[in-house]
Structure formats: C-alpha cells, structure tokens
T-cell receptor
Framework: DTGVSQDPRHKITKRGQNVTFRCDPI?????LYWYRQTLGQGPEFLTY????????KSRLLSDRFSAERPKGSFSTLEIQRTEQGDSAMYLC???????????FGQGTRLTVV | DQQVKQNSPSLSVQEGRISILNCDYT??????FLWYKKYPAEGPTFLIS?????DKNEDGRFTVFLNKSAKHLSLHIVPSQPGDSAVYFC??????????????FGTGTRLQVTL
C-alpha cells in the first residue's frame, strides 16, 4: 500500500490528557498537510510542511497543538490538555512538488470525553 | 467567512441519470479547483481538478466545468451509479497562498444514487 497512512484510526481520551497522532505520507511526496474535519463541515487546514520545515500554521492551531516532521518523512500531531472541542477527524495529506492535488489518509477520529 | 460554498447539502439522483453538483467561491485569487469524494469513516479521495486557465476538464464519467466570471464550478457525473453515493467536496487553492496544495474546502454535498 503506497497511500498516506495514519495511526491510530480511532482515539478516545479523557479531557485534559495529551494525544499524539502519526502520519506517513506517500514516500516521494515532500509536502505534508494536516487538516481537521468536524461534523457537517469540510476539512479545515491546520498546518503544512515542506520536507522538515513547517511553513505555515492556521490560526486554528492553538498553542496546545504542535506538529513535527523531524526527518522530512513521517509527521506527528500532538494535542496537549485535550478539550471536548478538539473532538474531530484529523486528516493528513501529502503532495509532490509537481502535483497540486493532495492525497489524503483515512484520518484519525478523536473523541474527547 | 466561507470562501468556498456548496449550497446543496444533499442530492438524490436515479441510477443512469446525470448528477450535477455545484460550488461557488468568493476569492478571485483561487486558481485551481478540485473535487474530492468521501465515504464514511474514510479520508477524501481525489476525483478531478481544473485549472483556472481552462473551463472544462473531463475524466471518464466525470466532468468539471468552471465559470470564472460567475465564480462557479460544477461537477457532472454521467451516468450516475450507486457506487457514486458519497459526500462530494469542492476545494480550491491558489498560488497566492504560497502553497500550491493548501486547500479551502466547501461543506460538502451528499449524493445518493437510487436504483
């Protein structure tokens, strides 16, 4: 399978706990994106990496959120002190320099109870 | 501020007929438009795209039309098949964002193709 892979697929956590998600992009893609999707909405951009550099962050990404892509391959998204409003589907996507379309993973569904 | 709008939350079409999904945008700096299809509990799957230098792009049963003056695009599916039942998202990007693939999505249209 050469698609975008996300882990875990589902996460249930108690309010106040920290969670970390992982994304493995398509191997030759140097661009990696995180999006968040809530019920009834389209995906919303969170942040973007080109190789290991985080080039853009949305204002949606509060200080409790941090994303890394240490070696320009896989990426992690950490949420500290989770809140019920963080419950959403977190989507990772990747694209190559030559293609504008982004290819999405299956997402991680986070439920904060 | 919803820059990409899909005003029809749902659409029902009979198998074999044409499905037309509509999308409007407000930001004139968008220059690349995409349609994604999404099944429940899965990530969006890229379907078809169009650059602002074109007004039509076709791929098999799927055709996207772009009307720049009206800031409107539409996706035509002919003939519609039951497997096309999904949520369809319109998305837009622009070189002005500095990132070619940063996408702004609409809220989606749920298509149901009935037998």
């Amino acid at each position: 399978d050469t698609g975008v892979s996300q882990d875990p697929r589902h996460k249930i956590t108690k309010r106040g706990q920290n969670v970390t998600f992982r994304c493995d992009p398509i191997s030759e893609h140097n661009r990696l994106y995180w999006y968040r999707q809530t019920l009834g909405q389209g995906p919303e951009f969170l942040t973007y990496f080109q190789n290991e550099a985080q080039l853009e962050k949305s204002r949606l990404l509060s200080d409790r959120f941090s994303a890394e892509r240490p070696k320009g391959s896989f990426s992690t998204l950490e949420i500290q002190r989770t809140e019920q409003g963080d419950s959403a589907m977190y989507l990772c996507a990747s694209s190559s320099k030559l293609n504008t379309e982004a290819f999405f993973g299956q997402g991680t569904r986070l439920t904060v109870v | 501020d919803q820059q990409v709008k899909q005003n029809s939350p749902s659409l029902s079409v009979q198998e074999g007929r044409i499905s037309i999904l509509n999308c409007d945008y407000t930001n004139s700096m968008f220059d690349y438009f995409l349609w994604y299809k999404k099944y429940p509990a899965e990530g969006p799957t890229f379907l078809i795209s169009i650059s602002s230098i074109k007004d039509k792009n076709e791929d098999g049963r799927f055709t996207v039309f772009l009307n720049k003056s009206a800031k409107h695009l539409s996706l035509h599916i002919v003939p519609s098949q039951p497997g096309d039942s999904a949520v369809y998202f319109c998305a837009a990007s622009g070189a002005y964002t500095g990132t070619a693939s940063k996408l702004t999505f609409g809220t989606g249209t749920r298509l149901q193709v009935t037998l």
